[in-house]
């Protein structure tokens, strides 16, 4: 049997994640008091395999330990002898010969086989006693035992064959979600967002565990697509202590830390200052997840107290780890470009003229030249009104006059005065017309 979530090859580049990204090599997160065993014990099972095996593919500093705490929990979590076998290879490139465990490869070889056979057994046996509920837990069974294989697509296969047997809603919401989290651990959000949108259907009223456990698969969805403005909205409407109660976490296959860092990217991503502050900095209950990152509440504080210099710094330092970080990663180059972008147009909204030189050096730009590029797109983009003055070196912003705004406002007014006026002379013309032309209905019956 394959691991699908890691590909046939050494090379364990995550499925879907941009070129961009493939073989390019970074630096230790430069985060205060950054470990690596502390990041990565916070997960459990597949999501910390798959995270040790990115973060060790692009960070050499830590590939060795990073690969060999995968090792370590593909022993202890799966049964996954192929994917054993490719990560020990690696781990044998970096450091020399490594011995491979002849009893644990025997064990696993075993326990897969009879583990196959009896739930074969269980699921025939239901089928043949035309028994619904046997069949799809014995289905369940065999697609969470593929699952632990590294063959999640054919997890998920079998998880669609077990609809079959579903006598209730529930159950079709029990398979959903169970398809849902298989997803997640592969980092497939599109197919994530589907199953969740599934479950919503089948049962508009979830459970209050049930609707937490799936504002979190949102989250990290829409987060994982790209889709800032949705991961926002689902932020702002968290309840910490129902998605403590669904016992998510404990599971391993994501962190309050997580939610912290997708809630606080996407809002800098997407939101002016005042928004910000309504939706992330004063919102109680993300901050409750905040507190387990302090970079990002720091981060956020700094933006909105206009420390743009500090903030940048601040984010870059966050998106050290981002970029070894298989959600994060595609799109930290994506996040940081709108993040400076909202900061430019921050840092002229005070003034009516605005120094290039003088804002390229707050704001760490490499050249002046630069920043007035970048200024020339939030212009065409009506994000800053203004002309760009290349003799003074300035940013002239255009002002209005209240006289002037007074004016069209007036103008506006007349205008729809007008056209209203226009439409009821025209109403009394053709009544008038109707009246010349026709009899009253009363009069044939004088």
Known sequence: MNSDDFGGSVNMSRPGASDEYRGTMYAKPALEQFSLSKYLNEY??????RRALYLGERCPELSVESYQIAL?????STTDINLHDRVLKNLEQLSGPVASDAEWVSLARK?????????MAELNRAKQQHIKKDALRAQEGLAHHKAKLGNVNEALRTLQDARDYCSSVDDQVSLALQSAWISQSMGKWLQVNSYVQ?????LPAQPVKMAAEIKVL????????????????????????DIMSTGIFERGSLTPQDIAAYGTLAGLAVLQRDSLKQLIIDNAEFGKFLDYIPECSRLLRLLYNSAYSDALSGLDAILSLGVLDPVIAPHTATLRSQFVENVVVLYTQ????????????????????????MLARLIEKNLISGRIDAVSGYLLKYTLDPRDQTLETIERMYSSFSDQADVMLAR???????TATHKPRYEGRR
């Open 72 to 76: 370590s929990e593909i022993k202890s």
């Open 428 to 434: 009394i013309h053709y009544l008038e017309e109707e």
């Open 44 to 49: 459990q099972g597949r999501v910390k395999i």
């Open 111 to 119: 326990a897969n086989n009879s583990a196959f056979d009896v739930l």
């Open 218 to 241: 949102q989250i990290q969805a829409d987060f994982g697509e790209g889709r800032w403005s949705a991961v926002v909205n689902n932020v702002k409407e968290l309840s910490y202590d």
């Open 198 to 202: 599934r479950v919503v259907s089948s």
């Open 350 to 373: 005070p003034f009516v003229s605005t120094s290039l030189s003088a804002m390229a050096k707050a704001l760490s730009f490499g050249s002046t030249s630069q920043l007035e590029a």
